[in-house]
């Protein structure tokens, strides 16, 4: 399945989408109040037939830095691709911009989520113990985005490969 990814300026036209998907992991983010933040940025993917995002990303950019602070697809397109094609693009659309390193925690126990960040080259840095309200642990991940040997390749193909 091909899928189309972009970086929104305007929420408006698909913004009841990104509140069901921000729902999928986040239920109390809200989507209006970070979209108001200087440093957010929103990144969807969905089919080429399909107005509706089926992943989002929502990121923060710190410093030279990226935090990767929400991701979600819809149950009826995971495994698809979307989420990687997601995040393959993002990723190498901030290394090329100069960020460093890529940041982000994922629950401990969602080993669908954390075998693709490995994919993707994401290492585990840390684990926070009862860091979620129902007492589950986070894993902290690291990406190095400086250009490596590679890196740039590695992400591209996997573009190519995906869409």
């Known amino acids: 399945m091909a899928h189309v990814v972009r970086e ?16 999928i992991n986040s239920p ?12 957010a940025r929103f990144w969807i993917a969905g089919g080429l ?25 819809e ?17 190498e659309h901030y290394r090329k911009l100069g ?12 080993v669908a989520a954390i075998t693709l960040y490995q994919h993707l080259g994401f290492e585990n840095t840390r684990r926070r113990r009862g860091y979620y309200s129902d007492g589950e642990d986070a894993l902290e991940m690291r990406l190095d985005l400086v250009p490596q040997p590679g890196l740039s390749e590695t992400l591209s193909s996997h573009c190519e490969t995906l869409t």
């Open 8 to 23: 929104l300026v305007d929420l408006r036209s698909v913004h009841s989408a990104l509140l069901q998907l921000a729902r």
């Open 28 to 39: 109390h983010l809200d989507i209006d109040a970070e979209a108001q933040l200087p440093h």
């Open 49 to 73: 037939d399909n107005p509706n995002p089926t992943s989002y990303a929502l990121v923060w950019l710190v410093g030279d830095e990226l935090e990767i602070i929400d991701v979600a697809t």
């Open 75 to 91: 149950a009826c397109a995971r495994r698809r691709g979307g989420a990687r094609t997601l995040l393959t693009t993002l990723l």
């Open 99 to 110: 960020r460093k390193a890529a940041f982000l925690e994922v629950r401990a126990g969602n």
